[in-house]
């Protein structure tokens, strides 16, 4: 007679806690706009042309959304064109935002890791999850294992079942 053996879920039963940083990705879509179609010889800045081309922008086809405005080709840019942007944007996006959409995502996940409580992760071991669907940013790991450092028994990059350490706590000696 065969024995039934119980499968364990030994992941499961570790006590690890996953933490995905996809889950904290904005939930809004994130549009981009490159001045530099804008500029005569995509180089040069010209008051008037710049004026009348960002009039033909529908500019409610942002609605809701993240606008990242910037430059890509190395041309002097003056500050009054950005703020001509962002007011032509603003009452149709959700934000807009002076940089590429790298730099709103390093900006936006440092600020959203900031504001979270990493106390409750006392004496924890932690697997930071390590691949995603969404452009989550280096930065974002590096700031999240710095905040967890402080309160985590131990910090792991990768998948529960495959971790890569990156962090011990060393044991406290009984004095």
């Known amino acids: 007679m065969a ?5 364990i879920n030994r992941i499961a039963n570790s006590g690890l806690i996953t933490i995905n940083l996809e889950d904290f990705y904005p939930n809004s879509e994130i549009s981009v706009l490159d ?17 009348n081309s960002l009039k033909e922008i529908d500019w ?3 609605k809701g959304q993240i606008l990242c405005v ?7 840019i003056p500050v009054w064109a950005y703020m001509l942007i962002s007011t032509m944007a603003a009452p149709h996006s959700q934000k807009v935002y002076l940089g590429t959409k790298d730099d709103f995502l390093r900006d936006y996940y440092d600020q959203e890791l ?4 990493y106390s409750i992760y006392k004496q924890q071991r932690i697997v930071i999850k390590g ?3 969404k452009p989550v940013p280096a930065s974002a790991y590096a700031t999240l ?4 450092q402080p309160h985590a028994q131990s910090i792991m990059y990768g998948e529960p079942c495959s971790t890569v350490p990156i962090f011990k706590r060393p044991r406290e000696l009984k004095k």
């Open 145 to 148: 294992s710095e905040l967890l």
């Open 60 to 62: 409610a086809s942002y």
């Open 114 to 117: 900031r504001a979270k409580e």
């Open 70 to 76: 910037h430059c890509s080709t190395d041309a002097i």
């Open 3 to 7: 024995t039934e053996e119980k499968l």
């Open 131 to 133: 691949c995603s669907d």
């Open 35 to 51: 001045i530099k179609p804008f500029l005569f010889k995509e180089l040069i800045l010209k008051e008037k042309d710049f004026r």
